[in-house]
């Protein structure tokens, strides 16, 4: 992950190799929520650069620049004191959502995991 601030950093990154296309697809998303509101997916090196003007633009904090993982589901735990007390699995509508949110990804919740 990466957090870039202006078109500047993001280029900067890919020159010096550390953004390479093996990196693609990422995402964009706001570096302080914890939802996917402003969550956008860039292809290719050429579509990041093109978009992230625009994002800034937008959400004026900066640009938290992630990998774009292709899962269908994703496990969410609760640690505390040492120990997990909690956990259930966010499964996606479909592999290609960009979001496991149930509210905006149409995700379902799985409360069947082995702790």
């Not at 550390?18 to 302080?32: D, G, R």
């Not at 800034?56 to 505390?80: F, G, K, S």
Request: hydrophobic share 40%; aromatic share 8%; net charge neutral.
């Amino acid at each position: 992950s990466w957090v870039v601030e202006n078109e500047q950093e993001l280029k900067d990154l890919m020159e010096r190799g550390e953004l390479t296309e093996a990196h693609f697809p990422v995402l964009f998303k706001h570096p302080f929520a914890a939802s996917s509101r402003g969550m956008v997916a860039c292809a290719t090196p050429a579509e990041a650069l093109r978009t992230l003007a625009r994002w800034l633009a937008e959400h004026r904090v900066p640009c938290l620049v992630q990998h774009r993982l292709r899962i269908a589901r994703d496990l969410r735990i609760t640690y505390v004191g040492g120990e997990i007390v909690h956990g259930y699995w966010r499964q996606k509508a479909s592999i290609d959502d960009l979001t496991s949110s149930t509210g905006l990804g149409g995700s379902r919740l799985d409360f069947t995991t082995p702790f």
